[in-house]
């Protein structure tokens, strides 16, 4: 009995790598498939908050289709607990390389554009917004499409 259940912690654990790189190219692709359908003077806006000390989370959707079918994913696919983690998920999206993997934040907070997405329409930006570890507001993240074309 023991050896059964080793081998399946050791198989649980050299699986753990390519279950998160998969859930991680997931968000990428529910990121990508959101930002895409923002229009010409109409952004996209989804924002994830958690409410770490009711073990809670929800997302405001902004009223449009689109993001409720992101919120929809963001609600059943990130952490409630680390905010931490889904923001560094959201940015390796964005940007090559990005990882807060060996950084523990206690607090953060800030806005920054991200242009020219891998696998977006580069008339596309995503704007982000966030804040960690407030202990006035609830830690959130927020995220808007827009779509400007070069004139």
């Known amino acids: 009995m023991f050896r059964c ?4 912690l050791l198989i649980s654990i050299i699986g753990m790598p390519f279950i998160a790189s998969a859930q991680d190219d997931k968000l990428c692709e529910h990121l990508i498939s959101f ?3 923002s229009k010409v003077a109409k952004p996209l806006k989804v924002i994830l908050i958690n409410d770490w000390a009711n073990f809670s989370k929800s997302c405001e959707d902004n009223g449009t289709e689109e993001g409720k079918e992101f919120c929809n994913y963001l609600i059943n696919n990130t952490s409630t ?6 923001l560094s998920r959201i940015l390796n999206c964005s940007v090559n390389d990005f990882n807060l993997g060996s950084v523990h934040l206690n607090k953060i907070s800030g806005e920054f554009s991200v242009f020219e997405i891998p696998s ?6 995503l704007n982000i917004n966030f804040s960690i570890g407030d202990d006035v507001i ?3 993240i927020e995220i808007e499409a827009e779509n400007e074309p070069e004139e």
């Open 5 to 8: 259940n080793f081998q399946v």
């Open 35 to 37: 930002a895409s359908k």
């Open 81 to 86: 607990e680390f905010m931490n983690i889904n």
């Open 120 to 125: 977006l329409n580069q008339d596309i930006t």
């Open 138 to 140: 609830k830690d959130f």
